[in-house]
């Protein structure tokens, strides 16, 4: 069964990259549509976009211009990077996979990693 | 982009009731809505997908129904277990969305 896990900084500066990771185990990440969501402390659920094995992405058009998801075949990780950040952007990250479809529901889901930005 | 309207926001009730939870969305997304289940400090959990199809394991006091743009959760005999804030999510088209929420206390 596929169990994934993020990982990476917690504090983040204002106007720097914010960069984490996900760790698929359980199954080859060279499949399935791997995703990236997040969730400002107290508030609902926001898709940030996916990457499937074939290097194929999609990005929410809210954060299209600072957003890139890549993924590193040879670890079994994918990765997010989100540009000039702002306070806005604090939140907890979650990865979760759709499957071999984008078009299914979320599941499972990583345990979430909460990233503030703060001076 | 799809938009998925929850109510209530909020609903306090006491164990054993019948709880219904809808989800309307801005327009037609057939029967591509999902509901989640998500505890305090917790990753939320999938219940429902393709709006009326039990997910492995969870409990058969959850069901959905509905399809086109009305969409209903609906949980029996509630359990003090089932405390926690629920989210629909739409996956007809990009980007994916969800609902707002929707908190369920226990009295």
């Known amino acids: 069964q596929v169990q994934l896990q993020e990982s990476g900084p917690g504090l983040v500066k204002p106007s720097e990259t914010l960069s984490l990771t996900c760790t698929v185990s359980g199954g080859s990440i060279s499949s399935y549509y791997w995703n990236w969501i997040r969730q400002p402390p107290g508030k609902g659920l926001e898709w940030i976009g996916y990457i499937y094995y074939s290097r194929s992405t999609s990005y929410n058009p809210s954060l299209k211009s600072r957003v890139s998801i890549s993924v590193d075949t040879s670890k079994n990780q994918f990765s997010l990077k989100l540009n000039s950040v702002t306070a806005a952007d604090t939140a907890v990250y979650y990865c979760?996979?759709?499957?071999?479809?984008?078009?299914?529901?979320?599941?499972?889901w990583g345990q979430g990693t909460l990233v503030t930005v703060s001076s | 982009e799809i938009v998925l309207t929850q109510s209530p926001d909020f609903q306090s009730v006491t164990p054993k009731e019948k709880v219904t939870i809808t989800c309307r969305a801005s327009q037609s997304i057939g029967s591509s809505l999902h509901w989640y289940q998500q505890k305090p400090d917790q990753s939320p959990k999938l219940l429902i997908k393709?709006?009326?199809q039990s997910f492995s394991g969870v409990p058969s006091r959850f069901s959905g129904s509905g399809s086109g743009t009305d969409f209903t959760l609906t949980i029996n005999s509630l359990e003090a277990e089932d405390a926690a804030t629920y989210y629909c999510?739409?996956?007809?088209?990009?980007?994916?969305?969800f609902g707002q929420g929707t908190k369920l206390e226990i009295k």
């Open positions: 999510h739409q996956s007809s088209s990009l980007p994916h969305t």
């Open positions: 979760a996979t759709t499957g071999n479809s984008s078009a299914r529901w979320f599941d499972p």
């Open positions: 393709y709006a009326s």
